[in-house]
């Protein structure tokens, strides 16, 4: 059974270019969430979502960026016009609910790296 | 107050040793509370979660102390590949868009 998935690895993007990340959950977990980590730094809540829909975005900025998670294949988060600060690790993790207690599957994450 | 505070580190150890480290968090509602367990350049993994009444899984041992809000993990018989960084995670409540990562405790475990 395959863990959660992303790709692809390592990204790199001019200012200005788009970046759009995949995310393919644990078979059979519908729950995803994307959090940014920056060096140094700890890893940030960005948007939570089912299939279809998304439930939290409160930490995804409002503009440039946006996730979804359609019906069929995987989650993607796209980001728009892309700046220097945008450079960090993006992990995806998946959950089979979304209960209080339900641990965290975490892929190996993206990282992107804005010249 | 930030929401979830570590130490950072790194805590140098040598193998074989007992380690522990606090987490503490800011919101005294908080439910739920996990140790995360992160490698150089590679994601989290869950490495236990912490109940009201401390839990052991064989060399790691972690206490929830909610008077004073903090929670801790305690590492005995160190082992070389218990290096990494140790993430305090909170969960205020409600679903698991909740939780709240701390940046983590680095630790090195030294032969």
């Known amino acids: 059974n395959a863990g959660v998935m992303q790709n692809p690895r390592h990204l790199v993007r001019r200012r200005g270019q788009e970046a759009r990340l995949r995310c393919s959950p644990v078979?059979?977990?519908?729950?995803v969430y994307w959090y940014r980590q920056l060096p140094e730094e700890g890893l940030k809540f960005m948007v939570y979502?089912?299939?279809?829909?998304?439930?939290?975005e409160s930490g995804m900025p409002k503009e440039r960026f946006s996730a979804e998670f359609p019906k069929e294949g995987p989650s993607i988060l796209r980001i728009q016009q892309v700046v220097r600060g945008d450079s960090a690790a993006y992990f995806c993790?998946?959950?089979?609910?979304?209960?209080?207690?339900?641990?965290?599957?975490f892929g190996n994450g993206t990282r992107l790296t804005v010249t | 107050r930030k929401e979830v505070e570590q130490d950072p580190g790194p805590f140098n150890v040598p193998e074989g040793a007992t380690v522990a480290f606090n987490c503490t968090y800011s919101?005294?509602?908080?439910?739920?509370f996990f140790w995360y367990r992160q490698d150089c350049r590679k994601e989290p993994k869950l490495l236990m979660s912490?109940?009201?009444s401390g839990n052991e899984d064989g060399r790691f041992t972690a206490q929830l102390n909610r008077a004073s809000q903090y929670i801790s993990l305690l590492i005995r018989d160190s082992k070389l590949s218990d290096s990494a960084t140790y993430l305090c995670?909170?969960?205020?409540?409600?679903?698991?868009?909740?939780?709240?990562f701390g940046k983590g405790t680095h630790l090195i475990i030294q032969p």
């Open positions: 993790a998946s959950s089979p609910s979304g209960g209080a207690n339900s641990p965290l599957h």
């Open positions: 078979k059979g977990h519908s729950h």
């Open positions: 979502l089912q299939k279809e829909n998304i439930i939290d």
């Open positions: 919101n005294s509602a908080s439910q739920s």
């Open positions: 912490v109940y009201s």
């Open positions: 995670v909170v969960n205020p409540g409600g679903g698991a868009d909740g939780l709240t």
